[in-house]
């Protein structure tokens, strides 16, 4: 017969190990959680088209907007897109507004201390951008022109280190309103992605490319820190939807260009 009091014993010392134990926190359960509300809520933009924007209906349209319908419909739930400027794409997603942010967002290494970033899932060259009369070939040529940007944006970023001490970065709050700065003739030229450029172009038979690209970024989803299961399931997303060529051809409906492989996408 099993001896009550060893059993006693036993327990008591297993209760002991047990509240020793160091405990784990849990990180973020976004994967469960959304499966769990049936919603999915992504940040996009709405002022950087064709990434997102708004368009003659004020419904927001765009490459990532669609991605993110993609998305919701392999989850199975319904999506809520939640307006996001280049701003607070970060405080939107550490204050749990956002499950996601897919928002035409570069995988900075000063942004990564703060979320973490999921594989890349498009091509994003930087150029400067503005009308055929502005004699500018590269970035040394900015000696005292004034270049509007977006605030916060990857253009703003690397031009604050790269671009000749006397010329004046405009900065504003929307890739549009940097756009219009032009137009206005408040700024020599705008400095955003190739795609961004080649879709004003369309716009402004006057406008060109200034040069080669100054630099080459990619373009990665968002989401918390610490939220593994979350962001291995995005990356898988990313994965499939490259291989089934679903990506590439929403980048070629939205930028009117095909999709650019050599010399373009990153090997590891």
């Keep these: 017969m099993f001896n009550r009091k060893l059993l006693s014993i036993i327990l008591v010392m297993l209760m002991v190990v047990l ?46 907007v669609d991605i993110a319908k993609e998305m919701a419909k392999e989850l199975g739930v319904k999506l809520e897109l939640v307006e996001t400027l280049n701003i607070n794409r970060v405080p939107y997603l550490t204050t749990d507004r956002v499950d996601i942010i897919i928002a035409c967002f570069a995988n900075t290494l000063e942004r990564a201390k703060s979320i973490a970033f999921s594989d890349a899932y498009a091509p994003f060259m930087l150029v400067l951008c503005g009308p055929k009369d502005v004699k500018i070939n590269s970035l040394k040529d900015l000696s005292g022109k004034k270049v509007a940007l977006g605030r916060g944006t990857t253009s703003d970023l690397i031009l604050s280190q790269k671009a000749p001490k006397d010329a004046q970065l405009l900065r504003y709050e929307s890739p549009t ?48 820190q610490g939220d593994q299961v979350w962001l291995n399931w995005v990356n898988l997303f990313i994965l499939h939807k490259l291989n089934d060529g679903v990506i590439q051809d929403l980048y070629s409906k939205w930028f009117n260009i095909p999709w650019p492989e050599a010399g373009i996408w990153p090997s590891f």
Excluded at 26 to 42: A, E, H, I
């Design 19 to 64: 509240m020793a134990a160091p405990t784990f926190a849990q990180g973020p359960d976004t994967l469960n959680k959304v499966l769990n509300r049936g919603v999915l809520r992504v940040g996009v933009l709405t002022t950087g088209p064709p990434w997102g924007f708004l368009d003659e209906k004020y419904q927001l349209v765009g490459f990532d």
């Design 177 to 224: 309103d940097a756009f219009l700065a032009v137009e206005q003739g408040k700024a020599h030229v705008f400095s955003e992605g190739y795609d961004h450029a080649m879709y004003q172009i369309k716009n402004h038979p006057n406008w060109e490319l200034k040069g080669e690209p100054f630099a080459k970024t990619y373009p990665c989803m968002a989401v918390k």
